[in-house]
Antibody, heavy 118, light 110 residues
Framework: QVQLVQGGAEVKKPGASVMVSCKAS????????ISWVRQAPGQGLQWVGW????????NYTQKVQGRLTLTTDTSTSTAYMELRSLRSDDTAVYFC???????????WGKGTLVTVSS | QSALTQPASVSGSPGQSITISCAGT?????????VSWYQQHPGKAPKLMLF???LRPSGVSDRFSGSKSGNTASLTISGLQAEDEADYYC??????????FGGGTKVTVL
């Protein structure tokens, strides 16, 4: 069955960087994209970026443009999200989700809590 | 890019039907049939309930249905059940491999 397994919670200081992993299994990794969606405490969902596991093409929301880099390692079927110059308002649960041909996100990881605090 | 507009809360009694609206623009909801809906219970990951406006993934109850008119999409839950109490989010493709979510609607079963 399709599974997306994310790394554990992270605590970082303002200005630092964080990398969150998302290991996929149960489907041909390169046939789909991976989107990343974050949810600040008590808030709604916010799409932050997408990567094609086939081509490596990426796109990011303007709110994190310049600070976010998405990558994939097809040899291990793992997607990575690196967010730099962390600010307190980056504190959120970050979800990875399988992106189906530009339409919907059909399987989700359980989320990784990233806390930015001095 | 502002979030799609959803009502903050909707409530209904068991067995009733409720509808959640999702208002966007011609650049997102109105421009594509790629509107999806997600259910999220507290502390859990979102779950896909509808895609491409009105299609249900395998395993999702046919009590969930969707539609779209112009720049507004809607999710209807028929025969409301206690287990339907959750937050619901709409999401629209917005072109150039970008997506936008709605602000979310808390559904309460009275």
């Amino acid at each position: 069955q399709v599974q997306l397994v994310q790394g554990g919670a992270e605590v970082k200081k303002p200005g630092a960087s964080v990398m969150v992993s998302c290991k996929a299994s149960g489907y041909p990794f390169s046939s789909y994209g991976i989107s990343w969606v974050r949810q600040a405490p008590g808030q709604g969902l916010q799409w932050v970026g997408w990567i094609s596991a086939y081509s490596g093409d990426t796109n990011y929301t303007q709110k994190v443009q310049g600070r976010l880099t998405l990558t994939t390692d097809t040899s291990t079927s793992t997607a990575y999200m690196e967010l730099r110059s962390l600010r307190s308002d980056d504190t959120a649960v970050y979800f990875c989700a399988r992106a189906v041909a530009g339409t919907e996100f059909d399987f989700w990881g359980k989320g990784t809590l990233v806390t930015v605090s001095s | 890019q502002s979030a799609l507009t959803q009502p903050a809360s909707v409530s209904g009694s068991p067995g009733q039907s409720i509808t959640i609206s999702c208002a966007g623009t011609s650049s997102d909801v109105g421009g594509y049939r790629f509107v999806s809906w997600y259910q999220q219970h507290p502390g859990k990951a979102p779950k896909l309930m509808l895609f491409e406006v009105s299609l249900r993934p395998s395993g999702v109850s046919d009590r969930f249905s969707g539609s779209k008119s112009g720049n507004t999409a809607s999710l209807t839950i028929s025969g409301l059940q206690a287990e339907d109490e959750a937050d619901y989010y709409c999401c629209s493709y917005a072109g150039s491999s970008t997506w936008i979510f709605g602000g979310g609607t808390k559904v309460t079963v009275l």
